[in-house]
T-cell receptor, first 113, second 115 residues
Framework: KNQVEQSPQSLIILEGKNCTLQ??????????LRWYKQDTGRGPVSLTI?????NTKSNGRYTATLDADTKQSSLHITASQLSDSASYIC????????????FGDGTTLTVKP | EAGVAQSPRYKIIEKRQSVAFWCNPI?????LYWYQQILGQGPKLLIQ????????DSQLPKDRFSAERLKGVDSTLKIQPAKLEDSAVYLC?????????????FGPGTRLTVT
């Protein structure tokens, strides 16, 4: 069964600090991995997408890494801002079964002043 | 480019009542998805349409949930009768192509509370 596990479940950091969120998956065969940001009361918004051959992708202060051998990904947030407070969801798509996507339960990040 | 539109944004009903949600996807997007997101969890796919045909409805509780996408554009999701465990946010998303092949764009969701 395809699964996506995210850790930690929640995280509180001070403004200006860095943090790293983790995503482990069992989806196989693998097609791509996306990180989404979901603000409270809104739908998820895509931050990055990585395919098998990519191991790093940046989007401003967000940097995602992918290790396809160990089936792990991380999302690193640099110099956090209050607006980074949100849920971050890891989504892994397979290359079979019509590219079905498996969603993680997300990490809730709270940035405090 | 206009985003995915959903209405209503909030709905409170009593158990055993019926409710309907509406979604208008981004123009030109062939694929439309309905997700259920329970508090503290990731979205769970209920149904996926490709134009006006159903691609995946394996997790749709068909005894109480129904969805249609007439004319391959906007879509409605209905629950009849509602149960307490249906309390969740219902997200609609659309993409140019199916599932992982292209980015999904999400609407703001409809928060349903069943009392």
């Amino acid at each position: 069964k395809n699964q996506v596990e995210q850790s930690p479940q929640s995280l509180i950091i001070l403004e200006g600090k860095n943090c790293t969120l983790q995503c482990n998956y069992t989806v196989s065969p693998f097609s791509n991995l996306r990180w989404y940001k979901q603000d409270t009361g809104r739908g998820p918004v895509s931050l990055t997408i990585m395919t098998f051959s990519e191991n790093t992708k940046s989007n401003g202060r967000y940097t995602a890494t992918l290790d396809a051998d160990t089936k792990q990904s991380s999302l690193h947030i640099t110099a956090s801002q209050l607006s980074d407070s949100a849920s971050y969801i890891c989504v892994v798509s397979g290359s079979t079964n019509a590219g079905k996507s498996t969603f993680g339960d997300g990490t809730t990040l709270t940035v405090k002043p | 480019e206009a985003g995915v539109a959903q209405s209503p944004r909030y709905k409170i009903i009593e158990k055993r009542q019926s409710v309907a949600f509406w979604c208008n996807p981004i123009s030109g997007h062939a694929t439309l998805y309905w997700y259920q997101q329970i508090l503290g969890q990731g979205p769970k796919l209920l149904i996926q349409f490709q134009n006006n045909g159903v691609v995946d409805d394996s997790q749709l509780p068909k005894d109480r949930f129904s969805a249609e996408r007439l004319k391959g554009v906007d879509s409605t999701l209905k629950i009849q009768p509602a149960k307490l465990e249906d309390s969740a946010v219902y997200l609609c998303a659309s993409s140019l192509r199916g599932q992982g092949a292209s980015q999904q764009y999400f609407g703001p969701g409809t928060r349903l509370t069943v009392t």
